[in-house]
């Protein structure tokens, strides 16, 4: 069991900056990659960012790349989402994700065995 709880989210204008945080628990949580998902009213949940385990891959959705930034603290069982030049778009609940049987496509939510609970990200215009 990997149990997952996601912090940083807010208010912040358009232009601005957030940095989410993942810190995870578990006997296998250094074990598993780990994903950020995200889901505005009415859409479906879908991809933002991915890290293996090494932290040493890292794949992104065209529509974040170049101003996000996510990366893993292994010492801290920790995974960030740094958010830079937000826009409105990018309003949604951003929920963390494990994935430790790599079975999968890295972008189908279905893919994933765990999850947080969500944190709300808002940008203002």
């Known amino acids: 069991q990997v149990q997952l709880v996601e912090s940083g989210g807010g208010l912040v204008q358009a232009g601005g900056s957030l940095r989410l945080s993942c810190a995870a628990s578990g006997r296998t949580s250094s074990g598993v990659a780990m994903a950020w998902f995200r889901q505005a009213p009415g859409k479906e949940r879908e991809f933002v960012a991915r890290?293996?385990?090494?932290?040493?891959?890292?794949y992104y959705a065209d529509s974040v790349k170049g101003r996000f930034t996510i990366s893993r603290d292994s010492a801290k069982n920790t995974v960030y989402l740094e958010m830079r030049s937000l826009k409105p778009e990018d309003t949604a609940v951003y929920y963390c994700?494990?994935?430790?049987?790599?079975?999968?496509?890295?972008?189908?939510?279905?893919?994933?065995?765990?999850w947080g609970q969500g944190t709300q990200v808002t940008v203002s215009s």
């Open positions: 994700a494990a994935d430790q049987n790599y079975g999968g496509s890295r972008y189908d939510p279905k893919t994933y065995d765990y």
């Open positions: 890290v293996s385990r090494s932290g040493g891959s890292t």
